[in-house]
């Protein structure tokens, strides 16, 4: 017989035992890790994307944490790219307006490039990003102001998965037969329904590659003076656009690429976005 949902058990790992349960038992049971010491140093880097006709990221974030309020945060921390560094802040109130706050140089080369369209504001706002402990971040935004707390952590499950996850070559990220497995693995682990792969709000088709996952299940938020409550799952994942994000607070290391919609605008604004040459003084 099953055991009940409330008391979720994992002795010997019985078949009668869902991924969804076997998430929630390990969860249970969660592992110290430093993920200040993988992540607060992180060089810029402006390159060009592994594959042919793309373009891409690298770096972590928080793909996205709900709260009780029935509000959405997200986190984006992206050194490494086609144009330069960045930092976003994606905010969903509880009506279903996103908003995306930037602070880089330009909103067209950060994630507005992607997702822009489906939000109701996307703007310029300073973000500072403080490790306060191993795996204990705070995230403070000027305006409108944000004062957010965060601890991920890791669990058996997870540091079984991650390790695996990150050696397999990057070409397990095309076929599609390894993306939904990777989708159904993600669905065990209480994020509800992702897609790895499909069309984002600005049209590009894109593919999301997290490598790394822990969850954040302690949290606390205060945005533009209201409190956000506390984390939650949520029966249905938040959507921007037509892009899920977790039904469930969590940290991603990793990256993501999409196809160059417009050639001639992708050379235009990595011209646009290149570093002045430096220059010599003669003596």
Not at 92 to 116: K, M, Q
Request: aromatic share 8%; charged share 20%; hydrophobic share 40%.
């Amino acid at each position: 017989m099953r055991a009940p949902r409330d008391r979720p058990t994992i002795v010997g790992m019985t078949d009668s035992l869902t991924p969804r349960d076997a998430a929630d038992a390990f969860a249970d049971n969660t592992i110290p890790l430093d993920l200040a010491g993988k992540l607060s140093d992180l060089p810029a880097n402006r390159g060009r994307a592994p594959w042919p006709g793309h373009e891409y990221v690298k770096g972590w974030g928080v793909f996205g944490l709900p709260f009780d309020s029935g509000h959405v945060l997200a986190l984006r921390v992206f050194p490494d790219n086609d144009f330069g560094p960045y930092r976003t802040l994606w905010h969903r109130a509880p009506s279903g307006e996103w908003s995306i706050y930037v602070d880089g140089a330009r909103l067209d080369t950060a994630c507005p490039r992607y997702y822009g369209t489906a939000c109701e504001r996307t703007g310029f706002a300073h973000l500072t990003l403080d490790w306060t402990g191993p795996a204990s971040l705070q995230v403070t935004m000027d305006s409108p102001a944000l004062e957010w707390t965060l601890t991920a952590s890791t669990t058996p499950l997870l540091r079984l998965l991650n390790p695996v996850n990150a050696a397999l070559p990057l070409a397990s990220w095309r076929p599609q037969t390894l993306l939904r497995a990777r989708e159904a693995m993600a669905r065990g682990l209480g994020l509800g329904r992702l897609k790895m792969s499909g069309v984002m709000p600005s049209g590009h088709t894109g593919t999301l590659m997290p490598k790394e996952m822990y969850f954040i299940n302690d949290s606390h938020a205060t945005f533009d003076g209201v409190d956000l409550g506390r984390p939650t799952r949520l029966k249905e994942n938040p959507m921007i656009g037509d892009v899920p994000l977790p039904a469930r607070g969590i940290l991603a290391v990793g990256g993501a690429v999409w196809q160059i919609l417009d050639q001639a605008e992708y050379e235009r604004t990595r011209s646009q976005t290149a570093p002045a040459p430096c220059q010599t003084q003669l003596p």
